[in-house]
């Protein structure tokens, strides 16, 4: 049992049950950790059995402050199912809309010392975090584990509305050009329509989703306290506009570039060797050992998107036909949710330049000399850690906040292109290659290398994001002590 000082802040984390968001907040719990606090990180039944197995939290539980704890998710019968994901975030959600309340307030009576505060996901807050934290009578904070450009899309989402301009009118909206329009996003220039995350352009007034992230945008008001997984120098007029409306706004990233600076004892005791709620595979990393210097394509859409079989099979080709080596993840439920059985002659020509795996550590490979592109979904979480090593890269957005990701990137960030439309080898192919061997392969990834040297500078001590959770930690301190 970990032993909790009653005289420190102690934070409970909540984040939502899907693999990106659990990463980003275990890690600035790791970070707030450090600084002194205690820590009770809550997850899903399910996804805190995948975290001990995958992720190696073993070992952070006992250690002195730092604590999990589980709430029910409704799959507790499934302990010894290998298959992975076990559920949708749709499916986890629709439980905790009803289940959540009531086991939270269960478990937090149960703490031995009562919290300071409450860090929730900012996309969880339909499970009555916020009236959680009224009833406790304890500040909440929302941490958006997504860049300030993100937020601020799905932010605005409720001022659209109110002006009528979602959800659109009909479904031949979203063909006729209509999704070209521009729209008006503080601190951003030449936003469209297409830009947005899906769920904002439903076409049907009663969709759950879109009614979901304009209630999500109408609850953030009613929180004083903000975190963002961004740093000032690379969105800041951005987070001007954040901080216009939310003055108490941290930006805390590249978080994995904050925790490089931390030397710890009892981490480096513990064996703490990830994050991930799925089983990375290290061959990956033992195949990039016999590549040459930024020779490597790597590939990756994140742990939820999926594609068809044909896609699949496009990017397969474009990939192969590109002649460079590519190290590709294809999550076992990639293709449609289902099995993924490429054709014999694909798979034949793949072995001679690609290697295939389920899942890797990801922020190990596109730290490798040997890799010197990536093919992206886009998520947050994938594009600050390539900008964090100076990775160029090429982004197919699937959902979300990735299409909002995929427009930064390429035109304001400069280091990436952007595989529109329907999936084409040939535009795999062409794209891979101006990647790995063009002039706008070298020229992005020279802007990529000046983004990572801002990126150190804002998490180095002293740097923005470092000061930031200085800050963080300090005022929850204060909250401690009133």
Not at 8 to 17: A, G
Request: aromatic content about 10%.
């Amino acid at each position: 049992m970990p032993i909790i000082d009653q005289k420190k802040p102690h934070v409970v984390f909540i984040p939502f049950p899907a693999q990106s968001h659990v990463k980003c907040m275990l890690k600035l719990a790791r970070l707030l950790h450090h600084k002194g606090l205690h820590i009770t990180f809550i997850n899903t039944e399910s996804n805190h059995r995948r975290l001990f197995k995958h992720g190696g939290a073993h070992g952070l539980d006992g250690v002195p402050g730092f604590q999990f704890k589980t709430v029910p998710d409704g799959l507790a019968s499934n302990s010894d199912d290998e298959t992975e994901p076990t559920q949708t975030p749709e499916e986890v959600s629709l439980y905790l809309l009803t289940h959540f309340l009531d086991s939270f307030l269960d478990l937090v009576a149960r703490l031995e010392v009562p919290p300071t505060c409450i860090i929730c996901d900012g996309f969880l807050t339909f499970a009555n975090t916020i009236y959680a934290a009224e009833k406790l009578k304890i500040p909440i904070i929302l941490y958006w584990t997504m860049a300030a450009c993100g937020f601020m899309v799905y932010y605005l989402a409720k001022v659209l509305f109110d002006k009528g301009l979602v959800p659109l009118k009909d479904e031949c909206y979203l063909t006729n050009g209509y999704t070209d329009t521009l729209i008006e996003i503080p601190g951003m220039e030449q936003v469209r329509l297409k830009d947005l995350p899906e769920h904002i352009l439903a076409t049907k007034p009663d969709d759950p989703a879109f009614h979901w992230v304009v209630q999500s945008a109408r609850r953030a008001d009613k929180v004083s306290q903000m975190i963002i997984h961004t740093f000032d120098e690379l969105e800041a007029p951005l987070i001007n506009e954040v901080k216009s409306m939310f003055p108490n706004t941290y930006t805390v990233g590249p978080q994995q570039l904050l925790l490089n600076h931390i030397i710890e004892k009892e981490f480096n005791k513990s064996n703490f060797n990830g994050h991930s709620l799925w089983k990375e595979e290290p061959k990956c990393v033992e195949w990039l050992q016999s590549k040459e210097l930024d020779s490597v394509v790597y590939v990756n859409f994140g742990s939820l998107a999926t594609m068809s079989i044909q896609d699949l099979i496009e990017f397969g080709w474009g990939l192969v036909n590109s002649n460079h080596y590519f190290l590709w993840i294809i999550r076992a439920d990639l293709v449609d949710g289902k099995a993924t059985v490429l054709p014999q002659e694909l798979k034949d020509v793949i072995n001679k330049k690609g290697f295939i795996a389920s899942w890797c550590s990801q922020e190990e490979v596109l730290n490798h000399p040997s890799v010197g592109g990536f093919l992206t979904h886009g998520g947050w979480g994938s594009v600050i850690e390539s900008l964090s090593v100076g990775v160029p890269m090429v982004c197919r957005p699937f959902s979300h906040d990735q299409q909002v990701n995929c427009r930064q990137m390429c035109r304001e960030w400069e280091v990436g292109m952007e595989i529109e439309g329907d999936v084409k080898r040939d535009e795999v192919e062409k794209l891979v290659r101006a990647l790995m061997e063009g002039l706008e392969g070298t020229r992005m990834r020279k802007k990529a290398m000046e983004w990572k040297k801002k990126a150190e500078i804002a998490a180095d001590p002293n740097g923005s994001s470092y000061l930031n959770v200085e800050k963080l930690a300090r005022e929850i301190t204060m909250w401690s002590r009133n």
